[in-house]
């Protein structure tokens, strides 16, 4: 599977590319292998082609920047708070025609995604577009919202454990996390 970060306005845009694309023949269709995408409802219509002419099956969306620990590997680029993150519904329009175009997976990312307050809700949302809701998160908050996410739809959770010492671990994310972190 390969795997791309994308805003509602690149997935049109790259739909759009892809369509000219495989109508001026520079994308050949693939004998044996179909580039149409199953749709919710049962219908079917052309699957995102990237431009090595594979189908991408799979989203990112990173919903926040915002994160708990000060890695020192991390940049923590981006917004510095909520105010310039994707609401609920705009995350759930993206993934929606991200569906529409193929897409089954969607893993949510950030920063830490379980710092927004309506990751439940977020999590309820995309589950109803797409076969797969998945979750990467340093696991700080993992514990106290595991449950509510699981109902909400979410099939998968990686945890970034960063190291199993825990005197490499507080050094790694500057901070004494590893006992929460760890149960």
Known sequence: AYRYKLSAR???QLAKMNRHAQRSGRIPREKGRSKLATTMDGGTREALIDPHGRRVNSLRVSITQRCNFNCFFCHQEGESGPD????????ETIVSVAAELGIGKVKITGGEPLLRED???IVQRIS???DEVSMTTNGYLLAERACDLKEAGLDRVNVSFHSGDPDVFCKIIGSDSYPKVRT
């Open 10 to 12: 690149r997935i049109s």
């Open 128 to 130: 109803a577009h797409v």
């Open 84 to 91: 310039g993150e994707a609401t609920p519904e705009e995350i």
């Open 119 to 121: 990751v439940v809700e």
